[in-house]
């Protein structure tokens, strides 16, 4: 705990010694003035010689060249600006249509890929009808297969009837001229 006080104690005396030099440095500079000098244009050195009249005009008249120069280099250069800036606008209509045609085919395969999934679901929903349709024609041609039989068991079996019905009435006719003859 020593060892902590004592850094605590040092490292708040470098803050108060910090703040204290921060002041004093602010109090000095607050003191100081700018030099001035009022006379500085007198200590320039030698004074300046006007113009006559002819250097006058010959130095307006290479400027008014100069200026006619520069305002033709910057129509030249504003020409080649505008063609830039026609190149630009040709190069960014042209990706436009790029990318329009390119979002174009995208939707047209979308289009195209959703069209074969459907006739794909289509033929799918047409294989399992197809194939109801399979079976339910073959349980009825079983049906009729069973209906048949069954005719041709009932007609067996009508014909067994009256086979059964015909001998019943040739033993009762026997019988009969049996107890006939036994009268």
Do not use: W
């Not at 020409?79 to 800036?85: E, G, K, L, S, Y």
């Amino acid at each position: 705990m020593d060892i902590v006080e004592r850094e605590h104690k040092d490292l708040s005396k470098f803050a108060a010694q910090v703040l204290e030099n921060q002041s004093a440095d602010r109090d000095v500079k607050e003191k100081k003035k700018p030099y001035v000098n009022p006379e500085r244009v007198k200590t320039s050195g030698a004074q300046r010689e006007k113009l006559s009249e002819e250097a006058l005009a010959e130095r307006m008249q290479r400027t008014k060249e100069q200026n006619e120069k520069i305002k033709q280099r910057r129509i030249i250069s504003g020409m080649h600006i505008h063609n830039d800036i026609q190149a630009d606008e040709d190069a960014f209509k042209k990706t436009q249509e790029a990318d329009c045609e390119q979002n174009e085919k995208i939707k047209q395969r979308r289009i195209d890929v959703q069209a074969d999934e459907d006739a794909f679901k289509k033929t799918q929903e047409a294989d399992r009808v197809r194939q109801a349709l399979a079976e339910r024609i073959q349980r009825i041609k079983e049906q009729n297969e069973k209906i048949k039989q069954h005719r041709i068991d009932v007609q067996a079996d009508e014909d067994t009837f009256k086979k059964t019905q015909e001998i019943d009435r040739v033993r009762q006719a026997h019988q009969r001229k049996v107890q006939a003859g036994r009268r």
